[in-house]
T-cell receptor, first 113, second 113 residues
Framework: DAGVTQSPTHLIKTRGQQVTLRCSPK?????VSWYQQALGQGPQFIFQ???????QRGNFPDRFSGHQFPNYSSELNVNALLLGDSALYLC????????????FGPGTRLLVL | DQQVKQNSPSLSVQEGRISILNCDYT??????FLWYKKYPAEGPTFLIS?????DKNEDGRFTVFLNKSAKHLSLHIVPSQPGDSAVYFC????????????FGKGTLLTVNP
């Protein structure tokens, strides 16, 4: 049973560029959440997708957008990258109607130069 | 404004002894609390959770205690093993396990052989 997978594992971009990160949820899960973890900090909630719609959103600017596909996989897009966007981006999946908690993928390490 | 606080950045214990990790929260709306463990280059792994209707939950070597009046929870690991060495994150949410998680900054636990 595959867990949550994310791609790519590492990415280097320059300021002003755009980036797309990808996530495949754990088998049987229908909800995907994205978190940003800056160095020395805990993960911070960006947004959550369910049934291809944004269900909840944290305090992140509109430069951060997402998408969920019919197969429940998800993308996180960040436009006009800033140096401060350098972080580990974590995807978590869960079952909306289930009692289980959120399961995390290994993350994508983004470095903005 | 940090709603979940882990005031000890690090903790060192001897193998076989008890590890106690602490967490405080300020948001009275939180009703579900979780502990995650994170190794380098991996995503957070769910350890144990507790609902606000309980004051204790136990799973093998791991026990979480919740003191609602003090807005404080703690994770006890007995006996501690070298493989427990990792960063431990306290997280909380309201409305159910699928809602956005608010994390503390984490505590680095080192268990010495």
């Amino acid at each position: 049973d595959a867990g949550v997978t994310q791609s790519p594992t590492h990415l280097i971009k320059t300021r002003g560029q755009q980036v797309t990160l990808r996530c495949s949820p754990k088998s049987g899960h229908d909800t995907v959440s994205w978190y940003q973890q800056a160095l020395g900090q805990g993960p911070q909630f960006i947004f959550q997708y369910y049934e291809e719609e944004e269900r909840q959103r944290g305090n992140f600017p509109d430069r951060f957008s997402g998408h969920q596909f019919p197969n429940y996989s998800s993308e996180l897009n960040v436009n006009a990258l800033l140096l401060g966007d350098s972080a580990l981006y974590l995807c978590a999946s869960s079952l909306l109607q289930g009692e289980e908690t959120q399961y995390f993928g290994p993350g994508t390490r983004l470095l903005v130069l | 404004d940090q709603q979940v606080k882990q005031n000890s950045p690090s903790l060192s214990v001897q193998e076989g002894r008890i590890s106690i990790l602490n967490c405080d929260y300020t948001n009275s709306m939180f009703d579900y609390f979780l502990w995650y463990k994170k190794y380098p280059a991996e995503g957070p792994t769910f350890l144990i959770s507790i609902s606000s209707i309980k004051d204790k939950n136990e799973d093998g070597r791991f026990t979480v205690f919740l003191n609602k009046s003090a807005k404080h929870l703690s994770l006890h690991i007995v006996p501690s093993q070298p493989g427990d060495s990792a960063v431990y994150f306290c997280a909380a949410n309201s409305g159910g396990s699928n809602y956005k998680l608010t994390f503390g900054k984490g505590t680095l636990l080192t268990v010495n052989p």
